[in-house]
């Protein structure tokens, strides 16, 4: 039986990584179950086919129009009284007796964001016993940081959920909430919340591992 040449033996193992390297580099997101984000430079976007339609609304559809919100979550209600002539014509606008038409206008409005400032002073006695000064401990909830609960948690959700870089959180939070931050206080932060989070995860990472299926796909998520 006739044993191939160490040299060919060779070549052929290099001629197979070669093919199966160059299948790889043809599997893309256009014929693989693959996000465009992980195809390689030069891989032309995937194009939808025409369907004849114009853009936007097509025939027959119908108008989605913001809904007004109800009556408790309105802060204020301004009433506008009616124009003494026509807008159009400058002519006198006559009062009925049947009840006139009223037009609802709403407006969303982000309030005025200033930050609320709690100042604990914690007051000591003298110890004859210790010969020292004793403070009165922070009371229960107050943390020992310089930010409460809700920021910190405003602060992990800009970094965590809409991955934000600890710079741009830095100027997110001095632009529009008006407080000063440290751009080290960002990364402790980070630390302070992924502590608190810990057992809920591997609580959560447990449960999912024994289920029959996470209805998961092969993404970086």
Known sequence: MATLDPRDARIAEQDARIAELGARLRITSRNASKPPSSDPLG????????????????????????????????????????????????????????????????????????????????????????????CAPLPQGVPEGNFGPRLTGFIALCTGRFRLSERLVQELVEDVLSVELWLGSVSNLEQAVSSALAAPVDKARAYVQTQPAVHQDETGW
């Open 43 to 134: 891989t032309p976007p995937r194009k939808s086919k025409p369907t004849g339609r114009r853009p936007r609304g097509q025939p027959g559809h119908n108008d989605r129009k913001r809904e007004l919100l109800p009556p408790d979550r309105v802060g204020e209600v301004v009433e506008v009284p009616a124009l003494e002539r026509c807008a159009c014509c400058t002519g006198p606008l006559l009062r009925l007796q049947e009840v006139p038409p009223t037009q609802v206008h709403q407006v969303v409005e982000l309030p005025r964001i200033v930050p609320e400032v709690k100042q604990y002073e914690l007051h000591a006695g003298w110890c004859a016993d210790c010969d020292a000064w004793r």
